[in-house]
């Protein structure tokens, strides 16, 4: 067991359930804000508990995560002005607004963990303020922005009445963007027990992939958002050639994206680490790790784009089976598996398994898809 514990070691549980993505789907704010409130003062604890047994990390991470838990109504808020000024094409708004959060959270992050400036040296608690004051400013940001350039949405409560039509389309689109998000959550939360057999620096690997592969998906990620709208579109405007030019030139540009990042985990995988201050320990099992794991991104590209297309088809619910394929029936039960071997090093093959799995998937339900709405249009 390892003797030296840092924020990174804290952020490897703390992150790998963060970036399941919790906050993609539609639902009562106010509810969802009391259910945090709640788990931040009664749950955070127990959580790190189940997953560690190093009171550090335990410590660590029931106090970050009580602090963005309890205060997490700026994350709420935030997401819903974006999301409105996506809705009427304003994305460069909603990008700055992100942005906005994001450096404040990047500039007050050495501020308050190591004390500079005159402000205490407040170590996890610090980084924890840091990313809800961030969070913050992010929603005062999107709000000023969307009540200042957003003129075709106006927000009022004024005669406001629920619909339960209305409330049904939310929902089909909703639950299972919901459900894929919990879905990534219980995954990291297992992958955090299998891998915590091994050792704590295991986990922590884990934790500093999940960083590092943000940055080669998230422009994915957001060209997925993008092409969603102009997939919906193009559909009720009966032009199924523009919708498989979107698909194909959409995949061709995410594969590319997704070859590079490949290399570099292939090529330079001791540079990322080193980032992270990896110790010999952790570059012994984060190379392999970062080497195997980047084979699934040469598939993972395409997954991303194509299951797009299935929600802006009005199929999440084709997506959402993909998800629970991919990461509860194939990988979780591979990483299991492959972890009775007792070599660490085997556990990542079950990410390019799974992705392996996921494309022969969503590549029948694409051609079931395409017979049943696509070529219809050609007509």
């Known amino acids: ?54 009171a550090d990390i335990v410590e660590g991470g029931a106090i ?15 997401i819903l002005f974006e999301r409105m000024l996506q809705a009427t094409g304003k994305t ?3 990008m700055v607004a992100q942005m906005t ?14 004390g500079l400036l005159g402000f205490p040296a407040m170590g996890v608690a610090g980084a924890a303020i840091a990313t809800v004051f961030g969070q913050f400013c992010g929603a005062i940001t999107a709000m000023v922005l969307h009540l200042k350039y957003n003129k075709e949405i106006h927000l009022s409560f004024k005669g406001f009445r629920p619909n339960g039509h209305v409330i049904g389309i939310i929902l089909g689109v909703g639950v299972p963007s919901i459900i894929m998000a919990s879905i990534g959550s219980v995954m990291t939360y297992s992958m955090n027990r299998i891998l915590n057999g091994f050792t704590s620096t295991a986990v922590a690997v884990f934790g ?24 919906a579109y193009n559909y009720g405007a009966r032009h199924p050639d523009r919708m498989k030019k979107t698909i194909k030139l959409a995949c061709a540009v995410a594969m590319t994206i997704m070859f590079c990042g490949f290399l570099l985990m292939q090529f330079i995988p001791h540079v990322f680490l080193g980032f992270f201050d990896a110790s010999a320990d952790m570059l012994s099992i984060g190379v392999p790790a970062l080497r195997t794991i980047s084979i699934s991104f040469l598939a993972a590209g395409a997954c991303i784009i194509i299951g797009s297309s299935f929600q802006a088809l009005g199929k999440g619910v084709y997506s959402m089976c993909v998800s629970i394929a991919r990461q509860l029936v194939v990988l979780l039960p591979a990483a299991y598996l492959l972890s009775l071997s007792g070599n660490v090093n085997l556990v990542w093959l079950a990410y390019p398994i799974a992705e392996i799995a996921s494309i022969i998937i969503i590549l029948l339900l694409y051609a079931r898809i395409y017979k049943k709405k696509i070529r219809p249009l050609f007509d």
Do not use: H
């Open 208 to 231: 500093i992939y999940f960083k590092l592969q943000s940055f080669i998906f998230m422009p994915v990620f957001g060209m997925n958002n993008a092409i969603v709208p102009i997939i």
């Open 64 to 78: 970050y995560t009580t602090l963005c838990c309890c205060l997490t109504a700026g994350i709420f808020f935030e």
């Open 1 to 54: 067991m390892d003797s030296n514990y840092s924020l990174s070691d804290i952020a490897a549980v703390t992150d790998g359930n963060r970036n399941g993505g919790m906050f993609g789907g539609n639902g009562d704010w106010g509810a969802w804000i009391i259910l945090f409130l709640l788990f931040g003062l009664f749950g955070s604890k127990p959580y790190y508990a189940m997953q560690s047994n190093v």
């Open 101 to 114: 959060g994001a450096i404040i959270n990047i500039i007050m992050d050495p501020i308050l963990i190591f």
């Open 92 to 94: 460069k708004l909603s």
